[in-house]
C-alpha cells in the first residue's frame, strides 16, 4: 500500500466538448503534481474550449486531438494507448461521448481508444441541466454504469455556464484526482466499518474559556483518507477544526468536551467493527461552568478541577477491535504497554511528544505500534504514511 499510488502511472485523460473542459489543464497539473505520466486526448469539439497547445505544456505530452487522419500509425496508436494506460478519465464527459459509448460507437480516435480499453474508465458528466436529465443521457449512464470497469461521479448543483441553474456542473479537479486514487487503490478493507476520532476535546470554563491541547486532528483525519481508500466504511468523531473533510467520508459527528464525545461513541460504537481513538482527550474538567462570562476583574481565578471519564476504558468490554495513542515524553514504551494492558486495547501506537518535529501541529509522525505480544517501530513518516502502516498492522488481525 502507498499514499503516492499515482506515481508513475500513465493516466489518460480524454477531453470533450463542453464549457468544463477549461478545467482540464488544471486537472492535468493535479495529477502531474502526484508524479502521473498524463496522455491528454481531445475530441474535435473540445478544441473549441480548451487549445491543445496549452494541455500540451501542462502535460508535457503530445497531446492526441484530431480525427483518424492525423499520422500514419494513428489506427495503431489509439490501441497502443489504450493498452499502456493504467487508467482512463474522460472529463468533461458530454452527452455526446457517453451515447456514443453506450451504442458501441467508434467514429474518432477517442471513442475508439475507450471501446478498445479494458482497464477502469471513469465518467466525469458535465452538461446543461435538461441534457443531463434527458431520460436518455440518464439511461446511457445507468447502461454504462451497469460494466465492471466503467465508473461515473456525478455531476454537481449549481449554476451553469449556458445560464441555467441546476445539475450538470463537472466536479473540481481535486476531487476527481481523489477517486481516480480511490479506483486505483486495492480494498482490502472493503467490509470494514471503523470509527475514528481525531482532534482536541475542550472544557469550557465560561462561554469564552477553555482547557484544552494543541492536537490539530491532521492524524485522525489521515487515518479517516486512508481508511476510506482500502475499501473502509468510516465515521468520523471529530473536533470542530478546519481541516478538509475527508473524500467520501460515510458520517462525520463533532464534539466538544470529553462527555460528548463518549456520548458520541456510546452512539455509533455498536455499528462498527474497529475503533481508532487518534483524540487528544483531555484528563480534567471544570467543576462548576459559568453559564455568564466570568469579568477578569472577579476577586480571585481559582477553579476547581473532576476527572473527565476515560473513554477508552468505557468500552473495554465491547467486542470490537481497539487501537488507541499513547502521548509520552519519558518512559515511552513502559507507559505504553501499560496503557495497551490497563485500557483493554488491541493495539496502541505510541507516539513522543518531547519531540517538535513530530506529533501536534506537525505533518509528520515516528511511531511505535504495540500489540499483545509484539511491537514494531517505524521512522518519521508523514502524517498519511503513519496512517497506511497502522492500518496495515490492523489488516494482519482481520
Ligand atoms: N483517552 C481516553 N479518555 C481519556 C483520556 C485518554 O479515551 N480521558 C484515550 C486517548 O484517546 C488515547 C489513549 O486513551 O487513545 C491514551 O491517551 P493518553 O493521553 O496518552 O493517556 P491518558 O489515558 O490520558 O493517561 P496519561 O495522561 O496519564 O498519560
Not at 502521473?36 to 475530441?43: G, H, L, N, S, Y
Not at 473533510?245 to 456510546?266: A, C, G, H, M, Q
Not at 484528563?283 to 473513554?311: A, C, G, H, M, R
Not at 513502559?334 to 493495539?347: I, P, S
Request: aromatic share 8%; net charge neutral; proline share 3%.
Amino acid at each position: 500500500m502507498q499514499t503516492d499510488m499515482l506515481k508513475g502511472k500513465l493516466i489518460t485523460l480524454c477531453v470533450t466538448g463542453g464549457i468544463a473542459a477549461y478545467k482540464a489543464p488544471i486537472l492535468v497539473r493535479r495529477l502531474k503534481e502526484k508524479a502521473a505520466i498524463v496522455q491528454v486526448i481531445m475530441t474535435k469539439n473540445a478544441e473549441n474550449f480548451v487549445t491543445p497547445l496549452a494541455l500540451e505544456t501542462v502535460s508535457n505530452n503530445k497531446v492526441i486531438y484530431s480525427l483518424f487522419n492525423e499520422g500514419d500509425n494513428i489506427k495503431v496508436e489509439h490501441i497502443d494507448i489504450a493498452d499502456k494506460s493504467d487508467f482512463i478519465v474522460i472529463a468533461p464527459a458530454s452527452a455526446n461521448i457517453i451515447g456514443k459509448i453506450a451504442n458501441g460507437i467508434a467514429d474518432d480516435f477517442l471513442s475508439s481508444m475507450i471501446l478498445a480499453y479494458t482497464k477502469k474508465v471513469l465518467f466525469v458528466p458535465a452538461m446543461n441541466v435538461n441534457m443531463y436529465n434527458n431520460p436518455i443521457v440518464q439511461k446511457n449512464m445507468e447502461f454504462l454504469n451497469s460494466f465492471e470497469n466503467y465508473y461515473f461521479m456525478e455531476a454537481l448543483e449549481g449554476d451553469l455556464a449556458c445560464g441555467y441553474s441546476g445539475k450538470g456542473r463537472m466536479p473540481d479537479p481535486p476531487l476527481i484526482v481523489n477517486e481516480i486514487e480511490y479506483l486505483l487503490t486495492e480494498k482490502p478493507l472493503r467490509n470494514k466499518k471503523i470509527l475514528i476520532t481525531a482532534g482536541a476535546t475542550k472544557e469550557y470554563i465560561d462561554p469564552v474559556r477553555y482547557i484544552s491541547n494543541p492536537s490539530t486532528g491532521k492524524m485522525g483525519y489521515a487515518l479517516a483518507s486512508q481508511a476510506i481508500k482500502l475499501g473502509a466504511t468510516v465515521t468520523l468523531l471529530s473536533h470542530k477544526g478546519c481541516l478538509e473533510l475527508p473524500y467520501r467520508v460515510n458520517k462525520v459527528d463533532y464534539f466538544t468536551s470529553v462527555d460528548s464525545l463518549k456520548e458520541l461513541i456510546d452512539k455509533y460504537i455498536d455499528e462498527h467493527d474497529l475503533i481508532i481513538m487518534s483524540a487528544a482527550v483531555g484528563d480534567i474538567k471544570i467543576k462548576n461552568y459559568n453559564t455568564q462570562k466570568i469579568k477578569k476583574n472577579n476577586k480571585s481565578w481559582d477553579l476547581e478541577f473532576s476527572s473527565t471519564p476515560d473513554v477508552l476504558k468505557s468500552i473495554q468490554h465491547k467486542k470490537i477491535f481497539k487501537i488507541g495513542f499513547a502521548a509520552e515524553s519519558n518512559n515511552h514504551s513502559q507507559n505504553a504497554q501499560l496503557k495497551l494492558e490497563n485500557k483493554g486495547l488491541d493495539m496502541i501506537v505510541l507516539n513522543d511528544i518531547s519531540r517538535e518535529d513530530i506529533g501536534f501541529q506537525s505533518d509528520f509522525n515516528q511511531i511505535t505500534i504495540f500489540t499483545k505480544n509484539n511491537s514494531k517501530s517505524f521512522d518519521k513518516l508523514s502524517k498519511e504514511e503513519t496512517a497506511i502502516k497502522i492500518l496495515e498492522e490492523y489488516i494482519k488481525f482481520t
